[in-house]
């Protein structure tokens, strides 16, 4: 109650207020979210976080819906994190349209958005770093070095921030996603870290907020990323051998000019190290990524 006298005064705040719907609360400051969430916890409310970079597609809707169905509230955030980029013209060029993702929020029932300047999730000065051991060195790692320990600073301060019941990450972002549960687990942080399945358009290729880079040609020409893995995935049904496969997969981005492979890994779904055969885990995965004209595109699918 006291906070709703302070922040309806802020006098920064109030073009935000009158321009958006007043169920929806907008924040670009820590200590007026904090202060806000705060008084909801006190009365029992749960909360969920998806944390996002924005320029959302159906596949943040999805994490944004699943967290409204399973929790009182729900904070989406809206960060272009500058410490996860490791290509300058990537930052550069990553779309942004804030404006059009707060009204898809709205219509999908979010409570809160936390939509921050760099100044205020960074100081000038920064000495703390997350290593992620060889987490941080395989697939997305080795191709982006820098990145996991960007994704592992934000997502630890975010929580740190929302101090969430739950976290909604896309298992899209594979290796985003068991990173995560380590680090939560590891740093004993009192969070369930949830994954949500991939949305795909109708054609195959998964939803990303990169695609919006893609013409129409290349999209077609993106299909190919996940026609790989669905080809891995039935060869291995059928008995194929990991090498086979993979010379298999190899072969066929050899004989395509318009994409650049950079990897292709069947790992065990838990820890993602590579097996050398389906018999060694539980579940594995097929992940890839790779290149379609300047635009970096990673997917995945699980065995079973
Ligand atoms: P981003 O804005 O790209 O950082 O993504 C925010 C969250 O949405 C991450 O947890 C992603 O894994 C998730 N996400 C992105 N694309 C998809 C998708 N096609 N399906 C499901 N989740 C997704």
Redesign the pocket.
């Known amino acids: 109650m006291i906070f709703h006298t302070i922040y309806k005064n802020n006098r920064t705040f109030a073009p935000l207020l009158t321009r958006f719907n007043n169920k929806m609360e907008i924040f670009r400051e820590i200590g007026q979210l904090t202060c806000y969430l705060k008084n909801k916890r006190l009365n029992g409310k749960k909360i969920g976080l998806v ?4 320029a959302f597609h159906e ?2 809707l ?2 944004v819906k699943r967290s409204v169905k399973e929790n009182d509230i729900t904070v989406c955030s809206i960060f272009v994190n500058p410490t996860q980029f490791n290509n300058p013209e990537d930052l550069e060029k990553y779309p942004r349209n804030v404006d059009k993702d707060i009204e898809m929020l709205k219509a999908n029932c979010c409570d809160v958005v936390f939509c921050p300047e760099v100044s205020t999730m960074y100081r000038k000065e920064r000495i703390v770093q997350i290593r992620l051991g060889y987490l941080e060195e395989i697939m997305e790692g080795k191709f982006r070095p820098g990145h996991f320990q960007g994704v592992g600073l934000i997502v630890t301060k975010l929580l740190n921030i929302v101090k969430p019941d739950r976290a909604y ?2 298992l ?2 594979l290796q ?1 996603f068991v990173l995560v549960k380590k680090l939560v687990e590891e740093l004993n942080i009192d969070v369930e870290i949830c994954g ?1 399945p ?3 358009n109708e054609k195959g290729l ?4 990169r695609n919006e880079r893609l013409s129409e040609r290349e999209k077609e020409q993106a299909l190919i990323f996940n026609r790989s893995l669905r080809l891995a995935q039935e060869m291995l049904k059928n008995g194929g051998k990991i090498k086979e496969v993979r010379d298999v997969i190899l072969k066929n981005f050899q004989k395509d000019n318009s994409v650049k492979l950079e990897y292709f890994e069947i790992v065990d779904s838990e820890t993602l190290r590579n097996i050398d055969s389906l018999n060694d885990c539980d579940n594995a995965s097929l992940c890839i990524a790779g290149y379609v004209g300047k635009v970096r595109l990673i997917d995945n699918i699980s065995i079973n």
């Not at 944390?51 to 924005?54: A, I, L």
């Open positions: 944390p996002t970079m924005g596949g943040h999805t994490l990450f896309g899209k972002d985003q949500v991939t949305v795909r998964a939803l990303s907020s």
